[in-house]
């Protein structure tokens, strides 16, 4: 593997040292060299924040909008949230002590992380999951415990696999549902069984619902809604996938006060408050966006349909993902290893996945393909796949 | 009359990309293909989808189309209004599209030739002389910012890396 382990250097962090390059860095490089290549590899919509989003920004610019906000976002945008939330989900949060605007969800989750762990407690996550999960949680000191999960339970964690897991050092439960990179999504059934599991044991639940919009022919549940599970909640969420906004780093986090309170400490030193501009466009996006996160998700339902019947016609099993924008062929049936096909996949097909062993153990056997791309890059992509599984076919048989 | 939510999808679908075809459109929307066949004739005999044209940068191919929108006043006639002399107009193949409107002028008329000199010929000769036409105004088109939802934009075109988490 690409771990530094074994260097000496005194330079770089003992604890940096140790946490694995991403799996993903040496794509970059041989993507670099290569022409014509079709990427499912990305993580983000293809369609750029709708126009009226980046106008609010614009005109909010024009006005002198330039300087810092409060440490917990502006409070038009917090106030917004919270009723966007209460209408939604019917969870009612205090923008004034439970809500905070954050640099996306990427500092939020960090932000979580090193607000409640102590060094050495657990850190229960589903596996396969989002890349950031395991190395923010390894910077906040605390263990990370995998809890495995299969394609025959699309890909749904277990409330038994979360029990059989605990220790009494078990602190956090990371949710990240829809799921990156499998589109698995938990039922209200589901997530009730893990509630009680929470309530037991006394867990603190982390939960990734940035893909919370992006749900097909289904209803979200969101966690916190579930009974007694707010106060145990902290809910992240975010603007990039919902409204194509990746480029403007603002999310949110929203919690119970006192944990609010030790998050928005960190922020406040670290951070100190998302780009003003950023939060101008996510304040015009609740207000005037549904239309656009409709019109976006029936087009990934659509090519969600034609990916994955395309896959599965090629011989690559693929589960049907219910939520984000991602489909998770099984990659088995080529004796290639997820890494090693993936990278066979761009040199001779040029076209480029990311290995589902980056996302942990469990998505070994595996490549994640973004369906948010154009309808004929996806046609055109499936046909290199399927020529290069013809080429390839012979692992079924040994 | 209106539509049932499988020909909405189906509109605007083709609308965007019309080149899909029978079998994806069928998996798209969860229908067979016959089914699918069968609803577009339908939206076609029903004269809902017109008609399918490709949307082209004749400038860029470096054949220059050039295009004017004519403000036309016209009297209307007893009985007809303005749709005899309107529908008189609009079979010239040099129109376009026209419309009727409000305002300080009736007809919005736009033509579209292979020079100026074509169009002013044809503005000239061809339409202020109908009786009822009381008088025209052309404005040729300079520079096109977007055309049929399409914009028209630089070469520089903002990517998404190729990978991401
Ligand atoms: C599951 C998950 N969580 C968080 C993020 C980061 O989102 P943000 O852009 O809000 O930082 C991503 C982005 O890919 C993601 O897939």
Redesign the pocket.
Known sequence: MLTNRHTKSNLVAQRVQEIPASGIRKFFDLLASMEGVISLGV??PDFTTPWHIREAAIHSLERGFTMYTSNYGTFELRQELARHLARLYEVVYDPRSELMIT???????DLALRAVLNPGDEVLIPDP??V?YMPCTVLAGGTVVPVPTRVEDDFKVAAAAIEERLTPRTKVLLL?YP??PTGAVLDYEELARIAVVAAKHDLLVIS?E??DRLVYEREHTCFASLPGMQERTIL?G????AYAM?GW???YAAAPAEILEAMLKIHQYGALCAPIMSQMAALQALRAGEPDVRAMVAEYNQRRKVIVKGLNEIGLPTFEPRG?FYAFPSVARTGLDSDTFAEQLLIEAKVAVVPGSAFGQCGEGYVRCCYATALDQINEALDRIAAFVRRHDGGQSK | MGLSAKESEILCTLERDPCVSTGQMATMTDLSEDEVKGIVADLKQRGIILRTRSVINWEKAGEPLVTALIEVRVTPQRDVGFDALAQRIARFPEVRSMYLVSGTYDLAVQVTGRTMQDLAMFVAGKIAPLDGVQGTVTHFLLKTYKEDGVLIEGDQQPSRLPI??
Request: proline residues 3%; charged residues 15%.
């Open positions: 993580g983000e640099v996306g969800v990427s500092e939020a989750l999951g989002y950031s990240g799921n990156n990734d940035i893909y992240l975010g603007f990039s996938k990746t780093r603002v999310g984000a | 991401a988490p």
